[in-house]
């Protein structure tokens, strides 16, 4: 028996010891930004693509920000697969509205694969007048400055991906938080740890996947990601390993998001949790030594003493609360992160119990339709369009 204590004694630091890297990775990449100067003067003419499907909380004034740039030229491009969805109005109100922007719609779809988000980006990328291009998911909201910033990393040619992250715009209730919170606790930090680890990004997110036409053609096209779950992670991945850099944005963008109730969060976590499976299936196993709260509590309990219990519990709160203030509040400025703080342990605690779920099921629903997820593919359980969703379910489009 004292053998098995210390052994998970030494293991529950496993956690703290990832949350101090968190710690040095944001503090050290933000710390970097901030001294980082862009070039605005680089300004090629850009194609905003925007797949979407169904309503999400605010969609208007997201897709109005697109329709605010302070940019020379540019076109706002969507696609919507299905001629009764909702969110064509919202589209036409848009044409509408900003006469002097050049807003185009893409209906005709034609099936390239089981990923319907990739069907219409295999279409806008057809479509597309523009050689550079900057795809973001529909519940994204961004600034006036939003296409300089994108654009301004391609002026090094040895770029051939642009990618951010996001700070929240509340959803209202206590699951939004719980989702919201994960932003700062688990994405951003897991992203830079990743980022200093590796040497260099090797992926992107969907909330800003920037290429250009050459750089996509190069890896196949969309087409060549018809079929995959984690098209965000895939552009990225396969544009790394084509020699070219991946680079994260001085600034975020702002994610929109909707009420939502404990079952959409729990679909969606596992969704993610799914995907990350499939896609790193050994980094997926790793993650429980990022999982401080549940090492917490078996350290607190295998512990010799009180003091040692106490010890490790308030080493988990100290510092999984210090990196995602951190994270969230000083790195992205995000005001709404130091209210929501408290909710961080019954994240963990789902976020636990959802990655011990990842191991038995494959099964995920996606704006609406059904899929089993294997070896990074997608395969529809049932291949008709469903019924439409009037909100996103989030992070995916």
């Known amino acids: 028996m004292p053998i098995i204590r210390w052994i ?21 990449f933000y710390l970097e930004q901030r001294r980082k100067s862009i070039n605005r003067g680089f300004t090629p003419p850009y194609s905003v693509l925007k797949p979407v ?43 509408r509205d900003f006469p002097e922007r050049t807003i185009r719609l893409v209906t005709q779809i034609a099936r390239k694969g089981a990923n319907n988000k990739v069907n219409n980006l295999c279409a806008l990328a057809e479509a597309a007048s523009y050689d550079h291009l900057v795809m973001a998911d529909s519940d994204i909201r961004v600034d006036p400055d939003y296409l300089r910033e994108v654009a301004a990393p391609f002026a090094d040619p040895a770029v051939g991906a642009v990618t951010t992250v996001p700070r929240c715009i509340p959803g209202g209730n206590l699951v939004a938080d719980l989702d919201a919170i994960g932003l700062s606790a688990d994405s951003i930090p897991g992203a830079l740890v990743a980022r200093k680890l590796e040497g260099k990004v090797q992926f ?69 949790s799914i995907g990350l499976h499939n896609v790193r299936p050994v980094g997926y196993v790793g993650l429980i030594f990022t999982l401080g709260l549940p090492w917490a509590v078996l350290a607190a309990i295998a512990a010799p003493s009180g003091a040692v219990a106490v010890v490790y519990v308030c080493g988990y709160l100290v ?27 019954l994240r963990d605690t789902v976020s636990f119990l959802v990655w011990i779920a990842g191991f038995f099921t494959d099964k995920i629903t996606w704006r609406g339709i059904r899929y089993h997820v294997r070896q990074k593919l997608l395969i529809p359980v049932q291949p008709s369009f469903s019924a439409l969703p009037l909100r996103d379910e989030k992070h995916q489009n």
């Open 8 to 28: 998970i004694l030494i293991l529950a630091a496993a956690p703290l010891a990832y949350y101090l890297l968190g710690l040095y990775c944001v503090t050290g």
């Open 53 to 95: 499907r169904g309503l999400d909380r605010e969609a208007y004034e997201n897709f109005a920000s697109y329709c605010r740039q302070d940019y020379p030229e540019y076109e706002l491009v969507f696609a919507v697969a299905e001629p009764d969805d909702p969110v064509i109005s919202v589209i036409e109100k848009l044409q």
């Open 204 to 272: 992107a997110f969907g909330w800003t996947m920037a290429t250009t036409k050459k750089h996509l053609a190069e890896i196949g096209g969309w087409e060549a990601m018809a079929n995959h779950h984690s098209d965000d992670f895939e552009l990225g991945n396969r544009i790394a390993k084509h020699g070219y850099r991946v680079e994260l944005m001085r600034k975020p963008v702002w994610m929109v998001f909707a009420r939502q109730t404990l079952g959409e969060y729990l679909r969606h976590e596992l969704r993610w």
């Open 319 to 345: 510092l999984r609360l210090g990196l995602t203030w951190t994270a969230g509040a000083w790195g992205l400025g995000d005001r709404a992160v130091p209210s929501r703080l408290w909710v961080i342990p």
